[in-house]
DNA sequence: TTGAAAGCGCTAACAG
DNA sequence: CTGTTAGCGCTTTCAA
């Protein structure tokens, strides 16, 4: 048995094509009888539309192509996951392309998704992006983008990041709120922009509530790094900050490395997208940075700029903090 | 501008449409002259060839769908990665969808790769599938699909998944060498088939064996159950089994509390997909069940159907233990 | 070696 | 209210 098309339909009801089309899409025109019928043979026999033949009319799929430097990640899980659950809710599907980090293989994907006519793009670009004006003016007319986490510095575009300020400002007030005096701050590579926002936001705040506590501040790339630079630093400290997940498995490897009681000894505070805060005892206390949240405002605004309703916009979201035993 | 397709290059360089295509594919029947002159136009007007006229034609897609559970899973995660990464690499995209655990919404799923023409689908089925006879005759013909992790008991059809067997078998062997005399074995939720596997392999290592340690058997159908269980079961444990990540998780917060020794107090071995015994210090051995392999498996399997030159197959992919420091 | 023509399944302007 | 018609961009027979 063949495939159930509109020309099927509209045979065996001795309609024409265009009827039967305007019938299922309830277009005023159509008796409601007609209509009836219609619909009622295209359920009984199982009629999918071939959503080639519409994409191919319509010059546009009810798709949205989404590119990440990797998968591997538990923000951009979070995130894809997230996004998963709208589009299907509003009748899209996601294509999923990770670039490795390699800007060559993000602009394939970038072409990738232009030939398969995708409605729109997310992107969160690599490290070594620098020049995404190209990106705009892809497809005629140009294809909407979104882009989250990881956006580029200059251009006019809709742009959704995590608040970075907001984060950092809030783990500071949490430490000075415990009174800490010795604390450790283990932060990121000191080249990337997201660790020059935290550590700023992080030290104004120390000033700005006129804190005396002491102030360690160290840089780690890796796991590795911020496990050696938390067993120099650890001594002597009653609290320590974690810029981001990647840190704080490092910190949390040196503390039980050394014994040390959390949160008697050393409290622990970290950034984080939630889920590695769970895995120690106490649980860790966070300021929460989760892919869910960014998901769902970056659907709403893709859905407007496809829409044709949207101007371009940088939007930031705000963390919470979630308290643990760690502090 | 707008976009450029085979006419306007016929007409461009004064020939038919079909000549142009056959030029494009390297049609025999062309001179090489004239392909010649095809190919440098469409080379400078960056000629892209429309997907969805060429689906709408061929009836199918360069499209595969992918099913799971859900996205956020450390599995799911390096399976969907590698996945990406071979399909990129044969030209292949992926749409990702995610059942929620719900059959309900899985079948939806099928039925949105059905209507996306997708050529294959791989598929982790939900606890509550119990029968994928009506997933094999999706389509006409029906689409391939390939079964992964989660497979279904007793339909003939291509399963790829751990083999648990072998896995705990592993684990058993290394607890025996150990000569561990106390040990505490957690396993998942007694009604899943993964645990009963290996339990029952694990149980019967030991036999084989003709070990004389003493096993104390629990099951944890969480991470907090593990913790629970771990307070208890742990006292004068020389080690400890987990049968997986979620336990292993639950069974570390126990040590930590406790202030357990690693190895020293008591030796740590647990099946995992890698990425969390590296989050503890000393890391943690482990037997590895990790999607990386079972996603090029899983496509090369997909690949053959699609060129209609696979049999029906069972495959298990065999682990190996990775050592860390925690035995 | 090339071209003409039909048609994949659907939509939408236009006509009745 | 319904039908006719043209065509989206491509592949593929068939004919020249």
Redesign the pocket.
């Known amino acids: 048995m ?9 045979d065996m009801l ?12 309830d ?9 009836l019928k219609v619909k009622e043979l295209a359920l009984i026999l199982d ?4 959503t ?3 994409n ?4 546009h799929s009810k798709e949205f192509g989404v590119i990440v430097p990797a998968i591997v990640s538990d923000f951009y899980q979070s995130f894809i996951s997230s996004l998963e659950e709208e589009a299907r809710l509003n009748g899209y599907s996601l294509i999923i392309l990770q670039s490795g980090d390699d800007p060559l293989i993000e602009l394939q994907n970038l072409k990738r998704c232009k030939q398969n006519r995708v409605s729109g793009i997310f992107i969160s670009v690599t490290a070594k992006t620098n020049d995404v004006s190209s990106y705009l003016k892809l497809g005629e007319p140009p294809i909407p983008i979104v882009f989250f986490d990881k956006v580029p510095a200059y251009e006019a575009c809709n742009k959704i990041c995590v608040d970075d300020i907001h984060a950092a400002t809030l783990a500071a007030e949490a430490l000075i709120l415990k009174k800490k005096k010795n604390i450790l701050a283990v932060f990121g590579n000191d080249q990337l922009s997201i660790t020059q926002k935290r550590l700023k936001a992080f030290d104004e705040t120390f000033i700005k509530y006129n804190s005396e506590a002491a102030i360690a501040i160290y840089h780690a790339s890796s796991t590795n790094e911020a496990f050696d630079v938390a067993m120099k630093g650890l001594d002597g400290a009653d609290a320590v900050f974690c810029m981001s997940d990647e840190i704080l498995i490092g910190v949390m490897k040196a503390i039980q490395t050394l014994g040390l009681k959390i949160p008697n000894q050393v409290g622990v505070i970290a950034i984080s997208g939630g889920l590695i805060p769970t895995f120690y005892y106490p649980q860790i206390t966070y300021i929460e940075t989760s892919g869910f949240k960014l998901a769902k405002m970056a659907f709403s605004k893709m859905l407007a700029c496809v829409a044709g309703s949207a101007y371009i916009q940088e939007l930031k979201i705000e963390s919470v903090m979630v308290e643990g035993g760690s502090l």
Chains 1, 2 share one sequence.
């Open positions: 063949s495939e159930v098309t509109l020309k099927k339909l509209a001795n309609l024409s094509v265009s009827t039967v089309s305007r019938a299922l899409k277009h005023p025109d159509i008796s409601a009888e007609t209509r009629y999918e539309p071939n080639y033949a519409i191919l009319r319509t010059n």
